[in-house]
């Protein structure tokens, strides 16, 4: 079965700082992978999606992430936070084939201004 | 474009009791699915069902029962309702099958 690993549960930066959180996924298939947000009392939001092609991937709000396969690895990075990206950011996985999205856990991101 | 939208968004039950969710998804979407969202262990996969057929489904006991209408209208059903059943339920629509889902606000069901 999938299992998706975000090793990171809380981060605590300052503005302009750059962000990198991590994503690393079991099953070496055919894969789709997302990041999702959750601001404050708001409802999961789309970041990012990858699907084929170049594993460079660009978001909304100036995030992008890099698939990397032999790592089984799917990186959220932003060059510059900002104190609006406080939220928390859900890396997911689909199986090819199946529509079941397989979450990690969560990473709390904090920005202190 | 209406979001995916979720009634109701707040529920209140007690044990044993039997509670019924809807979800209406974005217009023109015929995939849904169905996560629970708990502290304790996250965002786990519900069901899915697309053109009205249960196409797959999570680890969840058959107290956890669901449909989809004509309209692709979704329900999920919880029976005989335990403690541990307290979370947030969100429901999630893709046009089709294999595209992005899109998430409501979920139903936030506390059992008492």
């Known amino acids: 079965a999938q299992s998706v690993s975000q090793h990171n549960h809380h981060v605590i930066l300052s503005e302009a700082a750059s962000l990198e959180l991590g994503c690393n996924y079991s099953?070496?298939?055919?894969?789709?992978l997302f990041w999702y947000v959750q601001y404050p009392g708001q409802h999961l939001q789309l970041l990012l999606k990858?699907?084929?092609?170049?594993?460079l991937v660009k978001g909304i709000k100036g995030f992008e992430a890099e698939f990397i396969k032999s790592k089984f690895s799917f990186n959220l990075r932003k060059p510059s936070v900002q104190w609006s990206d406080t939220a928390e950011y859900f890396c997911?996985?689909?199986?090819?084939?199946?529509?079941?999205?397989?979450f990690g856990t969560g990473t709390r991101l904090t920005i202190i201004p | 474009k209406a979001g995916v939208t979720q009634t109701p968004r707040y529920l209140i039950k007690t044990r044993g009791q039997q509670v019924t969710l809807s979800c209406s998804p974005i217009?023109?979407?015929?995939?849904v699915s169905w996560y629970q969202q708990t502290p304790g262990q996250g965002l786990q996969f519900l069901f899915e069902?697309?053109?009205?057929?249960?196409?797959n489904k999570g680890n969840f006991p058959g107290r956890f029962s669901g449909r989809q209408f004509s309209n692709s209208r979704s329900e999920m059903n919880v029976s005989t309702l335990e403690l541990g059943d307290s979370a947030l339920y969100l429901c999630?629509?893709?046009?089709?099958?294999?595209?992005?889902?899109?998430f409501g606000p979920g139903t936030r069901l506390t059992v008492l």
């Open positions: 999630a629509s893709s046009l089709a099958r294999a595209n992005e889902q899109f």
């Open positions: 099953y070496g298939g055919t894969v789709n």
């Open positions: 990858y699907f084929s092609g170049d594993p």
């Open positions: 997911a996985v689909r199986n090819f084939g199946n529509e079941k999205l397989t």
């Open positions: 217009s023109g979407h015929r995939s």
């Open positions: 069902y697309f053109s009205e057929t249960q196409r």
